[in-house]
């Protein structure tokens, strides 16, 4: 990202406080416009200035002039405003979860720029694509929810989900959890306008593509409903537990990633029928359910870089001289072969802990081998 250094130098006015606000502001608005010129609402992952003051100009919404959002998305946007901030940490959960759970794989989840977030290959209906829609829905119910538990929204607040009927009568329910309904139906409403505003002939590709987009998002989304729990604290003389109060608590991101990457590795291959309806591709399988994720074209070479596909290629990426898994030079390089290089890796070292209360640890500096694909 490009850095911009501001040097203020008078010019014989003197600033109000009000005036330096107004040109932050409106600096910060332009810089918004030039960095969210998007194709999606995942821009917002990209965009580190969404704060609620530079949303409004002259009393007219910003959001009406953010490209990456559609135009359902707009008016959205412009009821809901303080849940912006949300959507772009939940985009961008949803992608840092995406790059995890590939970091060993050919594609990898790379943002590309600004502009196209994960670039042309989500213009291919493809696993990694069906993977990134699932995933990013899932972010946004998840940082949504959590949102509403914190009281950062006007909207909402604590969950009002309904006690379990497991619950020992003599805990109490009613501590405050995540709003696991609320974020489950914004989602729902924000992520998938773009979607639902779309019109095509029945049958189309392009309807195909559309059915497929919306079952990915719904399946992210279950996904993190279903690992939703029950979460308990303890109450009581010297942590007797005699008492216990519990709630509704969203699992950890880390437990969705793992489970859409398993989707993600089982997704159905689909095709549309002469009904207009999408079908598993190989009748021999199990039907899919809603929580399995849904794909209609192959997956392009992501060995070779490709712009036309979106590919990146695998030249300079790192590989495991050992390994044989797909982080190993063999499968990662795609038998181009690989150079090593020696590299000085920084650890934490010979930590201490001194009372009280903290932990101090030397710098040692090692010499390793690293291999890159060539």
Known sequence: MMLLKLKWTSSGVKDTPHTLLSIIITFCVFFMLEI???NSWWSLAMNPLLIPEVYVIGGQPLCSQLSGL????????????DHMQYIGEGAKTGIRECQHQFRHRR????????????????HIGSRESAFAFAISAAGVLHAVSRACREGALSSCGCS????????PRDWLWGGCGDNLNYG?????????AREREKTFSKGSAESARQMMNLHNNEAGRRIVSDLADVSCKCHGVSGSCSLKTCWLQLADFRKVGDVLKEKYDSAAAMRMNGRGK?????SKFSPPSGQDLLYLQPSPDYCIRNSSSGSLGTQGRLC????????????????????QYKAELVERCHCKFHWCCYVRCKRCSSIVDQYVCK
């Open 320 to 339: 495991n001289k050992t390994s044989e898994g797909m982080d190993g030079c063999a499968l990662m390089c795609c038998g181009r072969g690989y150079d």
């Open 70 to 81: 559609s135009k359902g998305q707009k008016k959205l946007c412009q009821l809901y405003q």
């Open 107 to 122: 594609w990898n989840c790379s943002t590309v720029d600004n502009s196209t977030v994960l670039g042309r290959v989500m």
């Open 184 to 192: 489950y139906r914004f989602s729902r409403e924000f992520v998938d």
């Open 278 to 282: 999408l079908v598993q591709m190989h």
């Open 36 to 38: 969210v010129d998007a």
């Open 160 to 167: 009002r989900a309904s006690r379990p009927k497991d619950l």
